[in-house]
């Protein structure tokens, strides 16, 4: 039995995912203005959320 609902595209959770290659998210047809990252399944808005996403990080570390 599958008990687990698959309502979300799949990710693989990998940890120390870069995000090196993105691909635009579309929805209906329509750009979503996401970005989705092609090795992990993660999304951002903008292309350069992995970056935002990285001194984000960065900036937990310090604390
Ligand atoms: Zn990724």
């Known amino acids: 039995?599958?008990?687990?609902?698959m309502n979300e595209v799949e990710r693989k959770d990998i940890p120390n995912c870069n995000h090196a290659s993105l691909s635009k998210e579309?929805?209906?047809g329509s750009a979503t203005g996401d970005y989705v990252c092609d090795d992990c399944g993660k999304s951002g808005f903008g292309r350069n959320w992995p970056e935002q996403e990285a001194q984000a990080k960065l900036?937990?570390?310090r604390t």
Do not use: E, G, R, V
């Open 59 to 61: 900036a937990a570390k």
């Open 26 to 28: 579309y929805h209906l």
């Open 1 to 5: 039995m599958n008990s687990i609902q």
